[in-house]
């Protein structure tokens, strides 16, 4: 069943190929648009056994990184100018240079001193203590959560949508990284094959997007209880181009009804607050070791000026620009989508997000002792 039947099935309007949030240039779209569609084929003649060979060279299971043969500086530095004149060789496919463009990152990504899980450094790695927290609230949801990932965000140790992959297991999650060949076959075969019983959902705010507890309840009136969800995994640019890189028509799209507004939503996440004039501190406490207040924050009892705008847990370890509030990371949001989808499960939703953010803390403090710096949510890091 195509996309168009699921939106109507689900009495979504169609939205708009030309999005108003444009600061994009002509030259970023035409690159961006290329990723998706590496599925069209490979570069075919000489160029295309180059190309090929050079790709097999990089070519890794991005999803059981833990069978990755480690490489040293040499593995890049034999493979630099043969891909970098790929990249610039006209004849060849723009969906092989961003494939090979992927891997290349993902590789450099992953050869560095870090979990090949985690991303942390081995000696924070928090793989262990993942997997206890996973085991001890048996953490689980009817729906399937895909995690489309830009390249640049694979291997940093602040990366959230690897962490909610680590979560939910292979049987309710998947990674997709950006501009890699198999990655993007696999998610244009799932958008192409969402059916009414099965609807695919992308978790994007675009001025068009349903509220998901509305997409929710047309789920429920006609018996549907499970979906795709597919969360973009980057920055606000990278998710912005990514999302305009989705076929036509694209898949219906949700957002998070403004927090605080949602059923529990406003119990999940706060915003700092700062003293009039206490410019300093704002601009720094997305670093701060303010151990009592990350602490308060985490506990949801730390003082909130606006319920509507949360800030992320995430915020200690990653710069966000502009205000931090109302920024959440890819973990958070589709922990409250994932409640919001579940009203009926309500209890092992709650469970499943409260877990979720009970794994980013401590991914977090690792990350921050990782830094030099003191953790700021748990003693017992
Ligand atoms: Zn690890």
Same mark, same amino acid.
């Given at each position: 069943?195509?996309v /168009? ?5 689900l009495?979504?309007?169609?939205c ?7 600061a ?7 690159s961006s648009?290329?990723?998706l569609?590496?599925?069209?084929? +490979? ?11 050079l790709?097999?060279s990089?070519a890794f ?7 990755? @043969?480690?490489?040293d500086?040499t593995?890049? &530095?034999e ?5 970098h004149? *790929?990249?610039?060789?006209? /004849?060849v496919?723009? &969906?092989?240079k @961003?494939d090979?463009?992927?891997?290349w ?12 899980? #985690?991303w ?13 927290? #996973? @085991? &001890? ?6 729906h ?17 949508g690897?962490? =909610? ?8 999650s998947?990674l997709? =990284?950006?501009?890699?060949r198999? /990655? ?11 059916s009414?019983?099965?609807?695919t959902?992308?978790?994007? +705010?675009?001025p068009?997007a ?5 997409v929710?309840?047309?789920m429920?009136?006609?018996?549907v209880?499970? #979906?795709?969800?597919v ?10 181009r990514?999302?305009?890189e989705?076929?036509?028509p694209?898949?219906?799209?949700v ?7 949602d ?6 996440v ?9 410019a300093r ?13 990350w602490?308060a ?6 003082p ?5 705008a949360?800030s992320?847990l ?8 502009g205000?931090?509030?109302g920024?959440?990371?890819?973990l958070e949001?589709?922990g409250?989508a ?5 009203p009926?499960?309500?209890d092992g939703?709650?469970a =499943?997000?409260?877990? =979720?953010?009970?794994v980013l803390?401590r991914k ?6 990782q830094?030099g *710096?003191?953790?700021?949510? #748990?003693?017992?890091?």
């Amino acid at each position: 069943m195509t996309v /168009s039947l699921l939106r109507s099935s689900l009495a979504i309007p169609a939205c708009s190929a030309a999005s108003s949030s444009a600061a994009v240039t002509q030259k970023t779209i035409t690159s961006s648009t290329s990723a998706l569609k590496a599925a069209a084929g +490979p570069t075919t003649g000489a160029a295309g056994a180059g190309a090929g060979a050079l790709r097999a060279s990089l070519a890794f299971d991005i999803h059981n990184r833990q069978d990755v @043969q480690p490489v040293d500086a040499t593995f890049f &530095e034999e493979r630099r100018d043969a891909v970098h004149a *790929t990249l610039k060789d006209a /004849s060849v496919a723009p &969906e092989d240079k @961003q494939d090979i463009s992927a891997l290349w990152w993902a590789r450099k990504a992953l050869s560095a001193n870090r979990c090949p899980s #985690c991303w942390l450094n081995p000696r924070y790695c928090v793989c262990n203590i993942v997997r206890d927290m #996973c @085991q &001890e609230t048996n953490v689980t949801t009817p729906h399937k959560v895909h995690v489309w990932m830009h390249h640049k965000e694979f291997g940093s140790a602040s990366n959230t949508g690897n962490m =909610l992959c680590h979560v939910l297991g292979s049987e309710k999650s998947r990674l997709h =990284l950006l501009g890699h060949r198999e /990655s993007s076959l696999e998610l244009l075969n799932l958008l192409h094959s969402a059916s009414a019983s099965r609807p695919t959902l992308v978790l994007y +705010p675009a001025p068009d997007a349903e509220p998901i507890s509305r997409v929710a309840e047309t789920m429920r009136e006609n018996g549907v209880s499970a #979906c795709d969800l597919v969360v973009l995994d980057g920055t606000w640019g990278h998710a912005r181009r990514m999302y305009r890189e989705l076929p036509e028509p694209r898949p219906p799209h949700v957002h998070l009804v403004a927090f605080g507004t949602d059923g529990d939503a406003d119990a999940v996440v706060r915003k700092p607050v700062f003293a009039r004039g206490d410019a300093r501190r704002k601009a720094s406490y997305w670093k701060s070791t303010d151990k009592a207040y990350w602490q308060a924050l985490a506990a949801g009892d730390a003082p909130t000026d606006d319920e509507t705008a949360p800030s992320s847990l995430l915020a200690p370890v990653r710069m966000y620009r502009g205000p931090g509030s109302g920024r959440l990371c890819t973990l958070e949001a589709c922990g409250i989508a994932l409640r919001a989808l579940d009203p009926d499960g309500r209890d092992g939703a709650m469970a =499943l997000d409260e877990t =979720l953010r009970a794994v980013l803390r401590r991914k977090v403090d690792r990350l921050l002792l990782q830094n030099g *710096t003191e953790a700021v949510y #748990c003693d017992d890091v």
